[in-house]
């Protein structure tokens, strides 16, 4: 069985930073893929960050250059720095992973379970 643990969540004046972390754990064979997707209430879930097995990154628009997605591939852990909050970036945050139970296998994604975000103006 395999879980992804998220935290670091919480609330945060406009401006603040925060950092999120995220760990997978169980009957894992290798990481590919992770990252983090938002949801904000009323609103569909989108993309926020990735970070390939490389450690290649990329970024929605409205993260770029506030938001710092990195991994730890020995702790199987995904990160989140997030600095110059908005209010328009609170939301629950969901990290995933890519990844390979066994060899000869497709990878297949996980998710967290969501870890609330929440940014005062």
């Known amino acids: 069985q395999v879980q992804l643990v998220e935290s670091g969540g919480g609330l945060v004046q406009a401006g603040g930073s925060l950092t999120l972390s995220c760990t997978a754990s169980?009957?894992?064979?290798?990481?590919?893929?992770m990252g983090w997707y938002r949801q904000a209430p009323g609103k569909q879930r989108e993309l926020v960050a990735t970070?390939?097995?490389?450690?290649?990154?990329d970024y929605a628009g409205a993260v770029k250059g506030r938001f710092t997605i990195s991994r730890d591939n020995a702790k199987k852990s995904v990160y989140l720095q997030m600095n110059s909050l908005k209010p328009e970036d609170a939301a629950v945050y969901f990290c995933?992973?890519?990844?390979?139970?066994?060899?000869?296998?497709?990878?297949?994604?996980?998710w967290g379970q969501g870890t609330q975000v929440t940014v005062s103006s």
């Open positions: 970070i390939t097995n490389g450690g290649s990154t």
């Open positions: 169980g009957s894992i064979y290798s990481l590919d893929g």
């Open positions: 995933y992973a890519n990844l390979f139970v066994r060899t000869h296998v497709a990878s297949e994604r996980y």
